[in-house]
């Protein structure tokens, strides 16, 4: 061969071998990844109901409203309490609600989040122990993946372990594993797991994280193969220079 | 079925035909049909095979089977090319089953020699220098023989065999390597010999600088390595006697099958010639080949001379004779036998200028368009032609297919798609090909396929140059004091092998991981061996030009096929 082409055949074989080497990290990175089946952003949900039965007759939130512990939300009008009042049955004051000593009950919120689910109105009639409404707790937002993964995949989930969460709009936000539920079907273990993050803060990204919020989840599995090193030293690398 | 017939005591084979002998005149025997009715079998086999095609494409297409779209478009696009070219062949093979010989042909073939002394033509031995009729005029043929840098012995043999050409004829060696040992040679043969000053058109413009010396009202062209029967004119010249006959074309066969390379490309273009060729008869499209040909002066004026702005001079030639209402024939009658390139260079370089010319006429001269003015019959043809060579292309593409899986979980087809599912269609597919080629051929060289699926390159280089209108500039050759090495012409084929090979590795090892053997990995190995089968045959050539070239040093004396070798390669 010509010393021309011997060079290029030199050059070439390098770069043959660092694309198969890329490749090779890429198809490693895969191995110890997995995507999630379906995820979705969940809360943690407070409902507000009422103990006793009677007519609406005020209702002081609106839905997607930001309130805080101990805000009114609705006024009941009640004639059981009212005759529980009047007995003395029941204390004037309590955690969730207030009564008036005209049997009127003030319903209020517990924790401070966003009203969601207002399953009622003014001047409707709710039965004792019916939710009126559904509070989503502020800064409680969790993610909320369905994983299917092989029994030898399901031992190499470890506790912590880093979750990549993709919102609709292609942001990432990086989460951890918190909790992992399992059953198996067919042999294959279909894994519920619950991804916390403090990215997740309520109404980012122009309102897309949010409850009900579908996501792609990956979850990083423990890397067992003989390219372990060379995969986590590959994407430090990635990291430290800015991708 | 339509087959190269041979002349009775000779075997019918397009490899390994034994040099032509001078049998001594006889009286003209008829000639054999160049065509007939197909085998019923045949019939058979191709309505088989095309419902095959049907049902394969059709698996392919079905959005149910679908699977990601980056390997699925390459597996389509590469396969709707080969399944293309499949069906339009089979089309054309099943077109072939008519005799071009009419009862014209079979009378002045008749009368070629008659004379009012002798009105039938009976031949006495000596009389081989007779002169020839046509229509009971008298005729004059020139035969050229243009050489460009062959080695004497090679020369020497044509020039030998042009010489004893049954019939009147002045044969001419047009010499465009300027080299005085062939004017001494042509002058010791008692050839004419012809030398231009420029050397511009290559080949085309060399024949062109002849007509101008010249006055035969025929002319034929052979390249410098392919041995003429003395047959030849008697078995084409007929033809003329239709005013509308531009050119008769007959096969290039090849005596030198000695080697992968050679046999691989030979046997590729012996289906071109045994069944595609005759084929076009039928549609007025077979085109000339360069060589082993007999043109009509007047037609070859008609259109301005050999077309020069080509390498692929041929090809175009027979465009513009179509487009200006010429009738062109291809008998399938083997009348000359040479070299088939059996370096990877030279087969490199033959491939490279044939799939210049396809792509050129597909890109620049579209064959559909309405300004050319041709037949559709003619159009059809011409368009696969010139996209036949996109199917080596196809290789690439469905190369890539494997190693995306292996690296990218990106499959081709559906998942729920079963092995047997798969297979069925593809066997549909491509064993009925193989089973057809074997039934026409009477047997399957691996070779072919090797070659074709190892020349991927060659064809992209050739599309690349055509689209960015660059000339392929090769390194100057012919220096034969150095030892050239194939692997100057394959750093593509070398590089994509050793990344198929380091894929399998990583296939096998993947595999070995999830527990099961892969259809990626399966295929990802074969196309690794057969790149490497590719690799294989190049490393045993340049072992024997390395061998070779010692002895010659050793000896000063090249002997002929030495003398091809290391003329045909460079350090």
Known sequence: ?243 | MTTLHPRPDEPAILQGIPPHRDRGPTALVRPARAGHDHAPSLVLLVVVATIGILAYANFLLNPASRGDWLPYTLVIVAESMLIFQALLSMWTILSGSQDPRDFAFHQARATLFATRSNPRGIGSPGSDRRPLYLNGQPTSVDVFITTYGEGLDVIRETVTAALAIRGAHLTWVLDDGRSDEVRDLAAELGSRYLRRLSSGGAKAGNVNHALTASTGEYFVIFDADFVPAPDFLVETLPFFVDDKVAFVQTPQAYSNLHNVISRGAGYMQAVFYRFIQPGRNRFNAAFCVGTNVIFRRDAINDVGGMYTDSKSEDVWTSLKLHERGWKTIFIPLVLATGHAPDTVEAYTKQQLRWATGGFEILLNSNPLSPRRRLTFDQRLQYLVTASFYLTGVAPLLLLAVPPLEIYFDLRPMNLSINLATWLLYYAGFYLMQVGLAFYTMGSFRWETLMLAAASFPIYLAALVNVVIGKEQQWRATGNKSQVTSPFNFMIPQLLVFVFLLLTSVVAVWRDIGIGTATLATAWNVTNTVILGSFIGAALHESRQTRLSFAAERGRRHPRPVDARHSEAVTA
Not at chain 1, 62 to 82: C, H, I, K, N, R
Not at chain 1, 91 to 102: G, K
Not at chain 1, 167 to 189: F, K
């Open chain 1, 1 to 243: 061969m010509t010393w021309v082409n011997r060079l290029k055949l030199l050059v070439g074989l390098v770069g043959v071998f660092a694309l198969v080497a890329v490749l090779t990290v890429i198809f490693n990175q895969r191995q110890s990844q997995v995507a999630s089946a379906s995820a979705s952003i969940q809360a943690a949900e407070y409902p507000v109901g009422t103990d006793y039965g009677g007519i609406v007759i005020e209702r002081l939130v609106e839905e997607g409203d930001a309130v805080s512990a101990g805000q009114p939300m609705f006024t009941v009008q009640s004639p059981t309490l009212q005759a529980d009042v009047a007995e003395g049955l029941v204390s004037l004051e309590n955690v969730a609600y207030s009564v008036s000593p005209d049997g009127v009950l003030t319903l209020t919120a517990s924790i401070d989040g966003t009203v969601t689910g207002i399953t009622t109105e003014r001047g409707s009639f709710v039965q004792a122990g019916q939710v009126l409404a559904t509070i989503n707790r502020g800064g409680s937002l969790y993610v909320s993946a369905q994983f299917v993964l092989t029994s030898t995949d399901y031992a190499r989930i470890e506790e912590g372990a880093p979750v990549q969460i993709v919102l609709p709009n292609q942001a990432r936000i990086s989460g951890n594993l918190d909790t992992v539920e399992v059953t198996t079907v067919d042999g294959q273990a279909e894994t519920t797991a619950r991804v916390i993050s403090t990215g997740l803060a309520d109404g980012e990204f122009n309102g897309l994280v949010a409850p009900g919020t579908p996501v792609a989840a990956t979850l990083s599995l423990r890397d067992d193969g003989p390219l372990a090193g060379v995969g986590d030293g590959f994407h430090g690398f990635l990291q430290t220079i800015g991708l």
